[in-house]
């Protein structure tokens, strides 16, 4: 429900893709009287997974963003299939993209990705004692290279820009902060 100062005018799709579909909403801001077009990606919920081994590596992926038009260095994640839990998808996106399986899981909370143009929530799971299963296993419009790094170093990473995606460093924020209060 908007907030008292906004009203919605009206409400229309653009488009529907892959994994998200566009939305159009036209608002009136009630203060100024201003109306106003905003653009709202809706997607399902999805999960992001730091994956630590056991001698304490965390478990990366690389992969082709066409937003940024590169290849970014991540960690496993992915959209909760209908009914699934945050932790379930995170197990099965880190089984699929990397080929490591836990030996614990816990969910760490949610995220807000950008509420200014999405809908929807990223919930940071953390999976522990990581083990390598079997091969990585892609869908058919991906190509992943894993890479390992020492947990120690995520810091540096971060400022050295060698790590740079919000969602990621955000992941990582969360859990430093439930872990160290």
């Given at each position: 429900?908007?907030?008292?100062?906004?009203?919605?005018?009206?409400?229309?799709?653009?488009?529907?893709?892959?994994?998200?579909?566009?939305?159009?909403?036209?608002y009136r801001f009630e203060l100024s009287q201003q109306e106003a077009d905003f653009i709202v990606c809706e997607s399902a919920d999805w999960a992001l997974t730091i994956p630590v081994t056991p001698d304490g590596q965390v478990?990366?992926?690389?992969?082709?963003?066409?937003?940024?038009?590169?290849?970014?260095?991540?960690?496993?994640?992915?959209?909760?299939?209908?009914?699934?839990?945050?932790?379930?998808?995170?197990?099965?996106?880190?089984?699929?993209?990397?080929?490591?399986?836990?030996?614990?899981?816990?969910?760490?909370?949610?995220?807000?990705?950008?509420?200014?143009?999405?809908?929807?929530?990223?919930?940071?799971?953390?999976?522990?004692?990581?083990?390598?299963?079997?091969?990585?296993?892609?869908?058919?419009?991906?190509?992943?290279?894993?890479?390992?790094?020492?947990?120690?170093?995520?810091?540096?990473?971060?400022?050295?820009?060698?790590?740079?995606?919000?969602?990621?460093?955000?992941?990582?924020?969360?859990?430093?902060?439930?872990?160290?209060?």
């Open positions: 429900m908007p907030h008292r100062s906004w009203t919605l005018l009206a409400s229309r799709y653009l488009g529907d893709y892959r994994v998200v579909r566009l939305r159009e909403d036209r478990v990366f992926i690389r992969q082709y963003r066409h937003g940024q038009r590169q290849v970014v260095l991540e960690i496993p994640g992915g959209v909760l299939d209908n009914g699934e839990s945050p932790e379930a998808a995170g197990v099965r996106e880190l089984l699929e993209e990397t080929g490591y399986a836990p030996g614990r899981v816990r969910y760490l909370g949610r995220l807000m990705p950008n509420p200014a143009l999405n809908s929807a929530w990223c919930h940071v799971v953390l999976a522990e004692d990581c083990h390598c299963v079997s091969a990585s296993q892609p869908d058919g419009l991906e190509h992943l290279e894993v890479e390992l790094h020492p947990l120690e170093r995520i810091p540096e990473m971060i400022r050295s820009g060698d790590l740079v995606h919000a969602q990621v460093i955000a992941a990582f924020s969360l859990w430093h902060t439930l872990s160290h209060g």
